[in-house]
């Protein structure tokens, strides 16, 4: 499946974004949908993630209660919507494919991922 990510930009502090992750060619309902985050000078970082079919998400500590992923499989697209945007929120932000929801967090069983997009949060 090919993941292609959209959707970051400059926001102020305090502002919102929503983020896209649309998957091109072979449908994506079969795979559980992570979102990654690599801040400059620091490792990518688990952000969020939503199984195949919604019915499950899970989030970093960091971003729980501010951001909120969501799915719709007739679209094939996964949105991360992020609320109270803070400086350290600033990254290039990446969308993957996995499919074993028990390590949904590590970022190597993650078998394909989109180009990255990236939001910048002024203070």
């Known amino acids: 499946v090919q993941l292609q990510a959209s959707g970051g930009g400059l926001v102020q502090a305090g502002g919102s974004l929503r983020l896209s992750c649309a998957a091109l060619?072979?449908?994506?309902?079969?795979?559980?949908i992570g979102w990654f985050r690599q801040a400059p000078g620091k490792e990518r970082e688990f952000v969020a993630a939503i199984t195949w079919n919604g019915g499950t998400t899970r989030y970093a500590v960091s971003v729980k209660g501010r951001f909120t992923i969501s799915r719709d499989n007739a679209k094939n697209a996964v949105y991360l919507r992020m609320n109270s945007l803070k400086a350290e929120d600033t990254a290039v932000y990446y969308c993957?494919?996995?499919?074993?929801?028990?390590?949904?967090?590590?970022?190597?069983?993650?078998?394909?991922w989109g180009q990255g997009t990236l939001v910048t949060v002024s203070s």
């Open positions: 060619g072979r449908t994506f309902g079969d795979y559980n």
């Open positions: 993957a494919a996995n499919t074993d929801w028990r390590y949904v967090e590590l970022k190597g069983r993650y078998g394909y």
